[in-house]
């Protein structure tokens, strides 16, 4: 292989590696859209995994007695909310005749 051809080869290959490192790639087209019962789902794990980190810092003394109360009160609030939709949910699904769990 002469320097000319061999310099050739190594700009295609660095084309090539441009062009597929920085292609623009439609990941949101591609992806699903979730239905609200599975993301309300999701989100109540998060919900019960703040909730146990919460209890587990105020434990280990990060918060004061009365800003752990607030916000195991906003917790608590937004869980029972969430629980009352996905059971809303749930009795639609059934009625509709899709009995998903």
Same mark, same amino acid.
């Given at each position: ?43 109540? @794990? ?20 009365? @800003? ?16 009352? @939709? ?16």
């Amino acid at each position: 292989m002469t320097p000319p051809q061999g310099l050739l080869c190594g700009v295609l290959l660095l084309i090539a590696l441009m062009v597929y490192t920085f292609w623009p790639v439609k990941v949101f087209a591609s992806q699903r859209e979730k239905p609200r019962l599975e993301y309300l789902l999701e989100r109540r @794990e998060q919900l019960d995994e703040s909730l146990r980190d919460l209890d587990f810092d105020f434990r280990a003394g990060k918060f004061a007695e009365a @800003e752990f109360q607030v916000q195991r009160a906003q917790l608590e609030n937004e869980t029972a909310q969430m629980l009352a @939709e996905i059971e809303q949910l749930r009795q639609a699904l059934r009625l509709a005749g899709n009995d998903e769990r």
